[in-house]
């Protein structure tokens, strides 16, 4: 079946340090969605890509999708305290596995003042 | 406020009881889904329903069984649970179920242990 992986697992970083996690799909994708959830809160969508190559940017979040559409990576640059949680990607699957949402297992990322 | 509501919030249950999670969205939804969030693990796609109908269920044990009433309403009956069912039940709907999906909204969860 479709596999959704994301590394790195956690990441802590200092204030104004960048900070990327990566999500690789074991099918190809028909679309990515990336999600955030905050300590003791719920994941909140963030973005969906959907075309080959798509590169979105939301401030200072940075989304790209693969040329391929199996993977997708997060970029944040200058980390600010507030950016704190579980960055999740969510690939929605082809082929076989047509219409599927499959989430990856998320990065923790700390930041540290 | 998410427009997705979970009740009850915190549920501690013994193995031997019969409970229900609640789930209600005010967004005009078409499909509704129910995840668990275990610690250390991806969110794991428990049932999905599709204009009330359920069109996912991903060899959950029948200690869960779900119900949807009308595409607002979602339920999640648990009964004979065991410890390591203890878990963040997440609910979730979109503007449509699959293959279309679209952006999931998700509710607050409900943070279940079970004794």
Known sequence: ?113 | ETGVTQTPRHLVMGMTNKKSLKCEQHLGHNAMYWYKQSAKKPLELMFVYNFKEQTENNSVPSRFSPECPNSSHLFLHLHTLQPEDSALYLCASSQDGPPMGGEAFFGQGTRLTVV
Request: contains cysteine.
């Open chain 1, 1 to 113: 079946g479709q596999q959704v992986m994301q590394i790195p697992q956690y990441q802590h970083v200092q204030e104004g340090e960048d900070f990327t996690t990566y999500c690789n799909s074991s099918t190809t994708l028909s679309n990515i969605q990336w999600y955030k959830q905050r300590p003791g809160g719920h994941p909140v969508f963030l973005i969906q890509l959907v075309k080959s190559g798509e590169v979105k940017k939301q401030k200072r979040l940075t989304f790209q999708f693969g040329e391929a559409k199996k993977n997708s990576s997060l970029h944040i640059t200058a980390t600010q305290t507030t950016d704190v949680g579980t960055y999740f990607c969510a690939g929605q699957g082809g082929g076989t596995s047509y219409g599927k949402l499959t989430f990856g297992q998320g990065t923790i990322l700390t930041v540290h003042p």
